[in-house]
């Protein structure tokens, strides 16, 4: 199938770190990319990781693919109130264009 | 570049009515793809176009939805007659065809059929 993974809800403490998971089924997926959307807006890039890659770092966000598993993770580190939002994980389908969508996972940070 | 570009932001109107989304995606990009979002559903893939062309419109939930894209740099989606379950946020996004950067995404409009 099609599916893309993720848990619905993550809390967690401002200033403690955050690990958002997901699962996805497409092993010719090229790219996979976390999308952040933040209330009454559209989703924005937020990173996205090479499928020959195993991390990615980019300032507070690391980025974990594990191929065998078909699974990738998004820490973010030193959690701000600015992070609140919901995060969607997706899966590139090869030769397609197109891009297959987790459910997200709704991230609240709590002063 | 100003990003995808949506019109309307809102969109009230009554049960029956026809309603036009409208999209006019970054410059340059290959692909434009329409989504809707719902509480209950998450983010469904409506249609998505290659170079104008319709690719996949197996995400269209029936007959009242039609989407076009008469040119390189605007696309409509519309809803004839509009049901009060059409309520949504219906996003346009674009991208290239290489896919490094993933899509970039309109603000979306908000529609809301009473």
């Known amino acids: 199938g099609e599916d893309v993974e993720q848990s619905l809800f993550l809390s967690v403490r401002e200033g403690d770190s955050s690990v958002i998971n997901c699962t996805y089924t497409d092993s010719s997926s090229t790219y996979l990319y976390w999308y952040k959307q933040e209330p009454g807006a559209g989703l924005q890039l937020l990173t996205y990781i090479f499928s020959n890659m195993d991390m990615k770092q980019d300032q507070r966000l690391t980025v974990l693919l594990n191929k065998k598993d078909k699974h990738l993770s998004l820490r973010i580190a030193d959690t701000q109130t600015g992070d609140s939002a919901i995060y969607f994980c997706?899966?590139?389908?090869?030769?397609?264009?197109?891009?297959?969508f987790g459910q997200g996972t709704t991230l609240q940070v709590k002063p | 570049d100003a990003g995808v570009i949506q019109s309307p932001r809102h969109e009230v109107t009554e049960m029956g009515q026809e309603v036009t989304l409208r999209c006019k995606p970054i410059?340059?990009?290959?692909?434009l793809f329409w989504y809707r979002q719902t509480m209950m559903r998450g983010l469904e893939l409506l249609i998505y176009f290659n170079n104008n062309v319709p690719i996949d419109d197996s995400g269209m939930p029936e007959d009242r939805f039609s989407a076009k894209m008469p040119n390189a740099s605007f696309s409509t989606l519309k809803i004839q007659p509009s049901e009060p379950r059409d309520s949504a946020v219906y996003f346009c996004?674009?991208?290239?065809?290489?896919?490094?950067?993933?899509?970039?995404f309109g603000s979306g409009t908000r529609l809301t059929v009473v």
């Open positions: 997706a899966e590139s389908k090869r030769n397609t264009g197109k891009l297959i």
């Open positions: 996004a674009s991208s290239l065809i290489s896919g490094a950067q993933g899509y970039t």
């Open positions: 410059s340059g990009h290959d692909y």
